[in-house]
Structures are given as C-alpha cells and as structure tokens.
C-alpha cells in the first residue's frame, strides 16, 4: 500500500516562509499525481495544489497562487511545497495525498492515500 510522510511545519511569523516535504513510497501504477491540502480549525479539507508527475503539470487553488510553489524530487520520492509570504490564515495542518490518476483536480475524493499531516501556524 502507498505510504506519504509529511515533515517540515512549524510555527512562522506572517510574510514568513516554510516549505513542507512529502515522502512517497514507490508507486506500482503507471500514472499518478501528488496534491496538498489543508485544513484549518473548523474548516473543510481545501486542495491547494497538485502536480502530475508524469507531466510535471501544476495547479493551484487561488488563495495560493502566486505564494506556493509544488514540485518534486523524483529520484528521493519527495513532493515538496514551498510556501512563501505566509498569512495567519494559512494556519491549518497540512496533507499530502496521492491519486491513481493524472490529473486528480483539488477535492479530496479524487485522491487514494494519504499522509498523517503536518502543523503549519502562521502568527500575526
């Protein structure tokens, strides 16, 4: 079974930056994405981003864009997240998920495994 392990939160002042790693096991299926989501005190599970890894295509939730960078270390198996001008309300913990496909889109139910999480606090 695939196996992800977050690693990399912390707390951070705003306008701060962080980046978050997300291990991978191998996977045995041909074509697959890895994404980012998070989920804030009393919030839903949002998607943040993904990337292909086949094609190396990236997308972005609009609260992120322009902030987040996704990509990868195919080599070590590591999807990293490179949060930049961080702000209080990107405070939530962070999951890396896998999906058996392509191009997964940013719900959470297109996505087959996923890691325990990550603490990101963002202070003001």
């Known amino acids: 079974e695939a196996q992800l392990v977050e690693s990399g939160g912390g707390l951070v002042q705003a306008g701060g930056s962080l980046r978050l790693s997300c291990v991978y096991s191998?996977?045995?299926?041909?074509?697959?994405?890895i994404g980012w989501f998070r989920q804030g005190p009393g919030k839903e599970r949002e998607g943040v981003s993904y990337?292909?890894?086949?094609?190396?295509?990236?997308h972005y939730s609009d609260s992120v864009k322009g902030r987040f960078t996704i990509y990868s270390d195919n080599a070590n198996h590591t999807v990293y997240l490179q949060m930049n001008m961080l702000k209080p309300e990107d405070t939530a913990v962070y999951y890396c998920?896998?999906?058996?496909?392509?191009?997964?889109?940013?719900?959470?139910?297109?996505?087959?495994?996923w890691g325990q999480g990550t603490q990101v606090a963002v202070s003001s």
């Open positions: 998920a896998a999906a058996r496909t392509r191009y997964p889109g940013l719900y959470p139910y297109g996505y087959d495994y």
């Open positions: 990337i292909s890894m086949s094609t190396g295509n990236t």
């Open positions: 191998e996977f045995t299926f041909d074509d697959y994405a």
